[in-house]
Nanobody, 121 residues
Framework: QVQLAESGGGLAQVGGSLRLSCAAS????????MGWFRQVPGKEREFVAG????????LYADSVKGRFTISRDNGVNTAFLQMRTLKAEDTGVYYC??????????????WGQGTQVTVSS
């Protein structure tokens, strides 16, 4: 079963940038569609972005469209989330997961510990 490890979170100011990484092991990464999700205390996880197994298709939540970019490098079994023009509302714990190939939004794997992103206001 594939294992995923998020990294790259930290502190940023409003308007700043961060790049998150999701390293996969124990599976065939190049066959999996991947997605990023985020969660704040007291709320459910929400979809942020998804990318097809080939990288040829992407999907973004309206709240991040135009600011975030999801990408992947199948050669090193890693997915990325480049976050730009950060807002205070982007604060949360960010998770990656394998997602449904047909819609790029429905996670089907296990959740890891995520990586904390804090945007100061």
């Amino acid at each position: 079963q594939v294992q995923l490890a998020e990294s790259g979170g930290g502190l940023a100011q409003v308007g700043g940038s961060l790049r998150l990484s999701c390293a996969a092991s124990g599976g065939t990464f190049s066959t999996y569609a991947m997605g990023w999700f985020r969660q704040v205390p007291g709320k459910e996880r929400e979809f942020v972005a998804g990318i097809s197994w080939s990288g040829g298709a992407t999907l973004y939540a309206d709240s991040v469209k135009g600011r975030f970019t999801i990408s992947r490098d199948n050669g090193v079994n890693t997915a990325f989330l480049q976050m730009r023009t950060l807002k205070a509302e982007d604060t949360g714990v960010y998770y990656c997961n394998v997602v449904d190939n047909s819609d790029l939004v429905r996670p089907w794997g296990s959740w890891g510990q995520g990586t904390q992103v804090t945007v100061s206001s």
